[in-house]
């Protein structure tokens, strides 16, 4: 979710567009069908849980790595063309 607002505030919509929709079209809606087969009403509660650590480890921590090193980027070539 931090990832998500971020990309957000800067301005960034596919990279919020991709971490917002896949925890719920990519991890949670095929979670959903799979896990109560094998743990009833359990796997239900679960998914919702586990499609969030799915993204992000998955998605929001690469995403929010490139994000970091574009900002950090942009905040040196600022300093350097500041002086």
């Given at each position: 979710m931090v990832t998500n607002?971020?990309?957000?505030?800067?301005?960034r919509p596919l990279g919020n567009t991709i971490l917002g929709l896949s925890r719920q079209i990519l991890f949670l809606i095929p979670l959903i069908k799979i896990l109560p087969i094998y743990f009833n009403e359990y796997g239900v509660a679960a998914a919702q849980g586990i499609s969030d650590i799915c993204a992000g480890l998955l998605l929001a921590i690469p995403f929010a790595i490139h994000i970091i090193k574009i900002v950090d980027k942009a905040e040196t070539d600022k300093v350097i063309y500041d002086n």
């Amino acid at each position: 979710m931090v990832t998500n607002t971020f990309y957000q505030a800067l301005g960034r919509p596919l990279g919020n567009t991709i971490l917002g929709l896949s925890r719920q079209i990519l991890f949670l809606i095929p979670l959903i069908k799979i896990l109560p087969i094998y743990f009833n009403e359990y796997g239900v509660a679960a998914a919702q849980g586990i499609s969030d650590i799915c993204a992000g480890l998955l998605l929001a921590i690469p995403f929010a790595i490139h994000i970091i090193k574009i900002v950090d980027k942009a905040e040196t070539d600022k300093v350097i063309y500041d002086n």
